[in-house]
């Protein structure tokens, strides 16, 4: 199966600051790539897919990039609501795999 | 809107019927899925069933859980067997007109344990 590697496991930053967060593939996906933001006791809620499209009521502060295997989820200005965890997933080839998760916290 | 129910303790070796009541769309016209979340860890696309009727699993599902779908009720289910201490996990139902899915319901816990 494909492993999904995110980095960094833990971000800190200050609020209207900029976030990046990468997604490493194990092989290519092309641009089958989606990412999610869950805070807790939630479920999660779709961002982007297919690498940067936002998903429908998407702020455009989120911004994805990359194809292949190297990918980045952007947050222009973090508001006090972005902060939570960020998935990355491949839905390439099945099984579709997460990525471990990366936490953005407030600095 | 996505509404699971069916979740709750069981021992090991037992089994669990999860259940997706949806409104508002044709769950016939959508993927629908069922993503675990272990507690404090990551998410695991367990079942897909979309609307070609092509089903898969995880390798930890396979042979054990079995997703279907009610056209009638309009509700998808998820009959988990064999139910090991390592299938604790919130199970969520969601959907989408493709993948990813991109509405998700709130989720219901299941907990294997003596």
């Known amino acids: 199966e494909i492993v999904m590697t995110q980095s960094p496991d833990t971000l800190s930053v200050s609020p209207g600051e900029r976030a990046t967060l990468s997604c490493r593939a194990s092989?290519?996906?092309?641009?089958?790539l989606a990412w999610y933001q869950q805070k807790p006791g939630l479920a999660p809620r779709l961002l982007i897919y297919?690498?940067?499209t936002r998903a429908r009521g998407v702020p455009a502060r989120f911004s994805g990039s990359g194809s292949g295997t190297e990918f980045t989820l952007t947050i222009s200005s973090l508001q006090s609501e972005d902060f939570a965890v960020y998935y990355c997933?491949?839905?390439?080839?099945?099984?579709?795999?997460f990525g471990q998760g990366t936490k953005v916290e407030i600095k | 809107q996505l509404v699971e129910s069916g979740g709750g303790l069981v021992q090991p070796g037992g089994s669990l019927r999860l259940s997706c009541a949806a409104s508002?769309?044709?769950?016939?016209?959508?993927?629908m899925y069922w993503v675990r979340q272990a507690p404090g860890k990551g998410l695991e696309c367990v079942s897909v069933l979309d609307r070609n009727d092509i089903i898969r699993y995880a390798d930890s599902a396979r042979d054990r859980f079995i997703i279907s779908r009610d056209d009638s009720k309009n509700t998808v289910y998820l009959q988990m067997n064999g139910l090991r201490v390592d299938d604790t996990a919130v199970y969520f139902c969601?959907?989408?007109?493709?993948?990813?899915?991109?509405?998700w319901g709130q989720g219901t816990p299941v907990i294997v344990s003596s």
């Open positions: 969601a959907r989408g007109a493709g993948p990813p899915p991109g509405e």
């Open positions: 508002g769309f044709v769950v016939g016209d959508s993927y």
């Open positions: 297919t690498a940067s």
């Open positions: 092989q290519r996906v092309n641009s089958a």
């Open positions: 997933q491949q839905l390439h080839e099945w099984p579709w795999t």
